[in-house]
């Protein structure tokens, strides 16, 4: 089984409804990110989680939200989807190592669509 | 400026050569660096990962830092065709917190 898991693979939904990804992971990590890559744009961090207390915002964290139920869990919403958040979504998990040696392990992705 | 640059591609390098791939940075504090593979339509993966000014092999892969310049370069000897994807460096923040991508470059290896 895949270590870092992510629901659903894909998704098409219509402007204003509310959406939800859901990232699971068995590395048992601490550090869960959530990314959206954007052709051309690169990966942008959205928000990022070092454990279950410990939420906090990325560069382009506006029109998202996030819960961090469980150490092996980081879901990400959008509360009213806009047609500009169609994107591929990642979700990545690290271990807290040395400094500079942590590896980032990402999910499959979601991609989703804004109609 | 950007944080990481990388230039875009698309780069095509015949079969059995080498193909480098270049990476600046502006935070010159940066203490570590990363470079990520993705092949269309899948996840990233690290692919070699450097901290010390010079050279660092792995296999094919040649990875090159250069503190001074803030610069950081991939060179993947004997280019093969699976070799085709793209490329993305990876710098993490001051308290290696997170890190930031480059757009990446795109790689074609030609048969």
């Known amino acids: 089984d895949a270590d870092v898991t992510q629901t659903p693979r894909n998704r098409i939904t219509k402007t204003g409804k509310r959406i939800m990804l859901e990232c699971s992971q068995t590395?048992?990590?601490?550090?869960m990110y959530w990314y959206r890559q954007d052709p051309g744009l690169g990966l942008r961090l959205i928000y990022y989680?070092?454990?279950?207390?410990?939420?906090n915002k990325g560069e382009i964290s506006d029109g998202y939200s996030v819960s961090r139920q469980a150490q092996a869990k980081f879901s990400l919403s959008l509360e009213s989807a806009i047609p500009n958040q169609t994107a591929l979504y990642f979700c990545?998990?690290?271990?807290?190592?040395?400094?500079?040696?942590?590896?980032?392990?990402f999910g499959p992705g979601t991609r989703l669509t804004v109609l | 400026q950007k944080e990481v640059e990388q230039n875009s591609g698309p780069l095509s390098v015949p079969e059995g050569a080498i193909a480098s791939l270049n990476c600046t940075y502006s935070?010159?504090?940066?203490?570590?660096f990363f470079w990520y593979r993705q092949y269309s339509g899948k996840s990233p993966e690290l692919i070699m990962s450097i901290y010390s000014n010079g050279d660092k092999e792995d296999g094919r892969f040649t990875a090159q830092l250069n503190k001074a310049s803030q610069y950081v370069s991939l060179l993947i000897r004997d280019s093969q065709p699976s070799d085709s994807a793209t490329y993305l460096c990876?710098?993490?923040?001051?308290?290696?917190?997170?890190?930031?991508f480059g757009t990446g470059t795109r790689l074609t290896i030609i048969p």
């Open positions: 989680s070092f454990d279950v207390k410990d939420i």
């Open positions: 935070d010159r504090v940066s203490q570590s």
């Open positions: 590395k048992g990590h601490d550090r």
């Open positions: 990545a998990t690290s271990d807290q190592g040395l400094a500079g040696t942590d590896t980032q392990y």
């Open positions: 990876a710098v993490p923040n001051f308290g290696n917190e997170k890190l930031t």
